[in-house]
Structures are given as structure tokens and as C-alpha cells.
Nanobody, 124 residues
Framework: QVQLVESGGGLVQAGGSLRLSCAASGRSFSSYIMGWFRQAPGKEREFVASIGYSGAGTRYADSGKGRFTISRDNAQRTVYLQMNNLKPEDTAVYYC?????????????????WGQGTQVTVSS
């Protein structure tokens, strides 16, 4: 069973950058499609980005295209989300999860092993 721990969130001004990390414990990390999601107060959890087994096959929500980059290091069992040009509307708790369906989707119910999340706050 894989366990995920997110980190790297914080308070940043609009236009700034953050790099989120999601560290996995357990085996078979490289066999999982991984995804980043976010949840703002009062809103549903929404898809941000996903990445295939070897780092190929990335997918992004329209909100993050051109600003966010997802990557992974299977040797370190870690997936990253580089976020540039952050906007106040990016404020949310960010979660990573592993896909439990194939092909992967953008629906949070198709992911599991959620961590505790990491708070990202972007001030205007």
C-alpha cells in the first residue's frame, strides 16, 4: 500500500512560484499514474495535472496550462508540481493521488492514497 506526503506549499505573492513535492512510501511507485488535485474552501476537489509511469503522458487542466509543470523521479519515489506565475485563484489545498483506473481520468474519485495536502495561498 502506498502512502503519499505532500509538501512545499506556502504563502506567495501573485506572480510568484512554488514547487510542490509528493513523496511516496512503499513499492511500485513507478507503476502508478500520479495526479495533483486542489480544493479551495467551499469547492469540490479539482484536477490540476497528471503524469504517466515514466514521466511521459502529462495532462493539465486548462487553468494551469503554460504555468504548471508536473514531473516525477521514480528513483526518489516523488512527483513534483512546479507552479509559476501564481494567481490568487490558485489558492487551495493541493493533494496528490495515484490513479486506480486505466486509462486515467481527471476525476478525483478515480484516485486514491491521498495525502494530507499542502496549503498554497497566493496574495494579490
Amino acid at each position: 500500500q502506498v502512502q503519499l506526503v505532500e509538501s512545499g506549499g506556502g504563502l506567495v505573492q501573485a506572480g510568484g512560484s512554488l514547487r510542490l513535492s509528493c513523496a511516496a512510501s512503499g513499492r511500485s511507485f513507478s507503476s502508478y499514474i500520479m495526479g495533483w488535485f486542489r480544493q479551495a474552501p467551499g469547492k469540490e476537489r479539482e484536477f490540476v495535472a497528471s503524469i504517466g509511469y515514466s514521466g511521459a503522458g502529462t495532462r493539465y487542466a486548462d487553468s494551469g496550462k503554460g504555468r504548471f509543470t508536473i514531473s516525477r523521479d521514480n528513483a526518489q519515489r516523488t512527483v513534483y508540481l512546479q507552479m509559476n506565475n501564481l494567481k490568487p485563484e490558485d489558492t487551495a489545498v493541493y493533494y496528490c493521488g495515484r490513479s486506480i483506473v486505466m486509462p486515467s481520468t481527471t476525476r478525483p474519485q478515480d484516485y486514491a492514497s491521498w495525502g494530507q495536502g499542502t496549503q498554497v495561498t497566493v496574495s494579490s
